[in-house]
């Protein structure tokens, strides 16, 4: 399939409430939507770089920049066979994984849609298992103006269907938190997200969360530090996950060789797409660790991606895969809804992703666009 042209857009749509971290609020999301075209058929992309660099050094700013001057420019005109072949075309870029993984998003769309198969299954092609129709999902709360804000919080979204519940901390918004929701929601799966706020001292503070039966621990010291994960993991009985400090199947290796984690939260984009996603996948069931699929407050089109990434059989944890009304009240793609008895929400089945793009909405919360054909190289 030869790549003839690709659209790029930067968006920008108002959140449906604040969404509180570590490292600040967000009130709006900006990110990167591309539209890769190859002999009739049309592939998605979504950069989840956004407004600062808080999460990750990436912004939609420096991403548009990467896109724009490298990475566009080295796949143009390219005949892609198999979304695989994207990594040696982009080796000549050091990191910028959020970028690089907007082009492997739309590659797996594309030559799925040509194979006739949805991205779930193109991507479940190497195991007997197949890919999942529902997949498990929970629910990400940011910080709160209080606890007994945040205990409401958690009723609401319980009462609406989600069976997990993630709650964002920091230096001192964390162990009374963990008590009080674990006091008031004694049954519920309960885990902790710190955003690498924290330093191997503060093990104490994890090790009193010991008695709260929560279901993991993650990303609670730096965001580059695999070995400090390695050496509070055996001080603490609750499940240590890894987020910021895997972004490459490299790095979940050498986390799984010094022991640092229990468990892996693979957000695609933060590893470059879904090609180094699913390596990440098979080296993990090798050494028996859980994984679960991690979220960037995707608008439709990313998150139709991160379903069909869930939907391996590896994935047994539940994602951060909420439905489209958590954060957007009009997206720009297919609505994503919860299926309330049993917390998932139901993968794809049409071709490539399985959506639709509203490109009237596209076009409404677009900020810049700009078309790359090959005749621009």
């Known amino acids: 399939m030869k790549i003839e042209r690709i659209d790029l857009f930067h968006i920008s749509m108002p959140l449906v409430s604040p969404f509180g971290t570590s490292f600040g609020v967000q009130l709006d999301r900006d990110c990167l939507i591309m539209k890769l075209y190859a002999e009739g058929l049309v592939g998605w992309g979504e950069c989840v770089a956004t407004n600062d660099p808080g999460y990750s050094y990436e912004t939609a700013v420096t991403a548009w920049h990467i896109l724009s001057d490298f990475l566009i420019p080295a796949v143009l005109g390219k005949n892609l066979q198999e979304p695989e072949e994207l990594q040696a ?85 964390d162990l009374e938190l963990a008590r009080a929701a674990r006091h008031h929601f004694p049954d519920t799966l309960i885990m902790l997200d710190a955003n690498s706020a924290y330093k191997l001292a503060d093990a104490p503070l994890f090790q009193a969360m ?32 890894l987020d910021e400090s895997i972004t490459s199947a490299d790095h979940a290796r050498y986390a799984l060789a010094l022991g640092a984690c229990d468990i892996i939260n693979v957000k695609p984009t933060r590893v470059s797409g879904w090609t180094e996603a699913r390596k990440i996948h098979d080296m993990a069931q090798d050494h028996d660790v859980r994984l679960w699929v991690g979220g960037m407050l995707e608008t439709g089109i990313g998150r139709a991606a991160q379903l069909a990434l869930a939907s391996l059989p590896g994935f047994t944890l539940p994602g951060d895969i909420s439905a489209t009304e958590r954060y957007y009240h009009h997206d720009i793609a297919t609505r994503f809804t919860l299926n309330s008895e049993d917390s998932t929400i139901t993968v794809p089945t049409g071709l490539g992703l399985g959506i639709e793009v509203d490109e009237e909405r596209l076009t409404a919360v677009t900020t810049q666009k700009k078309t790359f054909t090959i005749n621009d190289f």
Do not use: F
């Not at 010991?210 to 993991?233: A, F, K």
């Open 89 to 173: 075309w982009l080796s000549a870029v050091r990191g910028h994984p959020l970028a690089k993984a907007t082009l492997d998003q739309a590659a797996w769309d594309i030559t799925a849609q040509r194979d006739g198969l949805s991205m779930a299954q193109k991507l479940a092609l190497p195991y007997a298992e197949g890919s999942k129709e529902r997949v498990k999902v929970g629910i990400s709360i940011g910080i709160q103006p209080s606890i007994d804000a945040t205990m409401d919080v958690i009723a609401e979204n319980l009462a609406k269907g989600y069976g997990r519940i993630k709650l964002k901390i920091k230096p001192g918004h």
């Open 210 to 241: 010991d008695d709260l039966n929560l279901l993991m621990i993650e990303q609670p010291l730096g965001y580059e530090d695999i070995y400090d994960h390695s050496q509070l993991r055996p001080l603490i009985q609750t499940p240590l996950c």
